[in-house]
């Protein structure tokens, strides 16, 4: 069974960065493309970023340029630097897996959500 925990969450002011770490357990194979899910309050959870095991990369339009994922396979560790956030990025964050358009990794049918990790960006 795979299982996540999310870290490094916080309160940050805008124009401000913070560092997500997701840790993975269990039977996961480097096979699988994972991602960063975010969830605000009163809306649907999104795809954030994604990225193959090979380190191909996908972000959603809102954070290109301000945010970055990266993958530690041997040490089954997922991040997520996050730049020059502002208050839309107020949200719970969660890693789990994930599509990535444009290459073989098609199936985001998620395993156990964790507790997620709570960023919120606030003067």
């Known amino acids: 069974q795979v299982r996540f925990v999310e870290s490094g969450g916080g309160l940050v002011q805008p124009g401000g960065s913070l560092r997500l770490s997701c840790l993975i357990s269990?039977?996961?194979?480097?096979?699988?493309?994972t991602g960063w899910y975010r969830q605000a309050p009163g809306r649907q959870r999104e795809l954030v970023a994604a990225i193959t095991p090979g380190g191909q990369a996908h972000y959603t339009d809102a954070v290109k340029g301000r945010f970055t994922i990266a993958r530690d396979n041997p040490r089954s560790k997922m991040y997520l630097e996050m730049n020059r956030l502002n208050t839309d990025d107020t949200a719970v964050y969660y890693c789990n897996r994930a599509a990535v358009p444009g290459t073989f990794y098609t199936d985001a049918t998620p395993w156990a959500w964790g507790q997620g990790a709570q960023v919120t960006v606030s003067s």
């Open positions: 269990g039977n996961i194979r480097a096979a699988y493309a």
